[in-house]
């Protein structure tokens, strides 16, 4: 255990959505402790945490009893309220999941995936309300499907907006936050960590490893060599000209019960129509904007239940933005106490991260003891 005659120096690695939620949280427990954020990009949330939707999910994609499925429904209404508090832009936009297949085969698959999620909203007390094709067309006028499951209680968040917001009030906390400082090599000396981005030394008692996809590479660093990250890349497409008014404001997903939630819908808070994200396996883990997946793949879903955007030229279609996301085999957050004086915790997630973020950053920091 850490003493307790004097707080510790606290560095954490990585500086997304996660890693400012957390020098938040130690900040509150730890008053007089040197925190210190290292991230390795140059701008702020240039990596997974700016290249998500932005949506709150509830935790109905979630299998129960795990991380995701706890975090999320405690840390989406602690980020609402962080919003709230540093006037954030928020939108409340409801989410539809609809059922698009039109034979018995595939109608039968969907409509399977919309037990299980039934079954998860009610464990999780999740308001829903089921709708048919006509209540579906109301909603969304040229969305096509058999039936549906709309969710109110969903909103979306501007990202950048609070990781400004997040990182002014962490200066005004005395958190050190270093942007363009990736971390090259650990050392371990004593009760203490040494961490260094190049030539530049920084040292403390505890290290909260929360670098994304980097996360196994930072943790074989310090020594421990239990973390495999998986890296899952995601891409968006925005949908352009004729076609940026097929949409509402609603949020629309496939009927899917699994580890994707497969091709979605949505409205930014900016406006534009945006469809994503694909999951595909990602060698490396970096990304590379020259390798963009071709829009029929987006349309092979996205158009069994908006079957407009097939008959849009490809002058309409334009790809948006990419991200990589931590996975790992399990499927669940990683959230792990690894080693006592000096202390290394090791945490990283996909979705819903964003979601969780909050919840995420005080289990990290209670397991400082």
């Given amino acids: 255990m850490l003493t307790k005659r004097r707080e510790p120096d606290i560095i954490i690695i990585g500086g997304g959505i996660i890693g400012l939620c957390c020098a938040q949280e130690a900040r509150k427990k730890f008053r007089s402790s040197r925190i210190i954020i290292l991230e390795s990009g140059k ?61 018995f085969s ?22 829903l309300e ?43 906390r005395d958190v050190e936050v270093h942007q363009g400082k990736p971390v090259t090599h650990i050392e371990k000396s004593g009760e203490r960590w040494h961490v260094f981005s190049g030539t530049k030394e920084y040292s403390a008692q505890v290290i909260i490893n929360v670098a994304g996809v980097y996360a196994d590479d ?16 995601g891409e968006y497409y925005e949908v352009l000209g004729e076609g940026k008014e097929l949409l509402r404001d609603t949020l629309v997903y496939p009927a899917i019960h699994g580890k994707s939630k497969g091709i979605h819908l949505m409205r930014t808070l900016s406006g ?29 879903g996205a158009g069994a239940f908006m079957p407009k955007l097939l008959d849009l030229p490809p002058s309409c279609f334009r790809w948006s933005n990419a991200g990589i996301r931590a996975t790992s085999s399990g499927g669940d957050m990683t959230i792990r106490r690894d080693l006592d004086l000096p ?27």
């Fill in 130 to 172: 089921f709708l048919s094709r006509k209540e579906i067309t109301e909603r969304e006028p040229n969305i096509q499907a058999s039936c549906g499951l709309w969710l109110p209680d969903i909103w979306m968040v501007d990202q950048l907006a609070l990781g400004r917001g997040l990182l002014s009030v962490l200066r005004n």
């Fill in 43 to 103: 701008e702020l949330f240039e990596r997974q945490s700016g290249n998500n939707s932005g949506v709150l999910h509830s935790a109905i994609h979630c299998a129960p009893h795990t991380f995701k499925a706890i975090l999320s429904q405690i840390g989406r209404t602690r980020l609402l309220g962080i919003c709230k508090m540093l006037e954030v832009p928020v939108k409340k936009t409801g989410m539809m999941i609809v059922v698009a297949a039109k034979d």
């Fill in 272 to 300: 534009q129509f945006k469809i994503g994200p694909n999951a595909k396996a990602w060698v490396g883990k970096d990304d590379d904007p020259i390798i963009q997946t071709p829009v029929s793949e987006f349309l092979a």
């Fill in 343 to 369: 202390v290394c915790i090791t945490c990283f997630s996909d979705s819903p991260g964003l979601s969780a973020a909050p919840a995420i950053a005080e289990r990290v920091v209670s397991l400082l003891g």
């Fill in 218 to 233: 930072v943790a074989a660093m310090a020594g421990i060599y239990t973390y495999r990250v998986i890296p899952v890349r």
């Fill in 106 to 127: 595939g109608l039968a698959c969907e409509a399977g995936s919309v037990v299980r999620l039934l079954l998860n909203a009610r464990r999780f007390k999740i308001p």
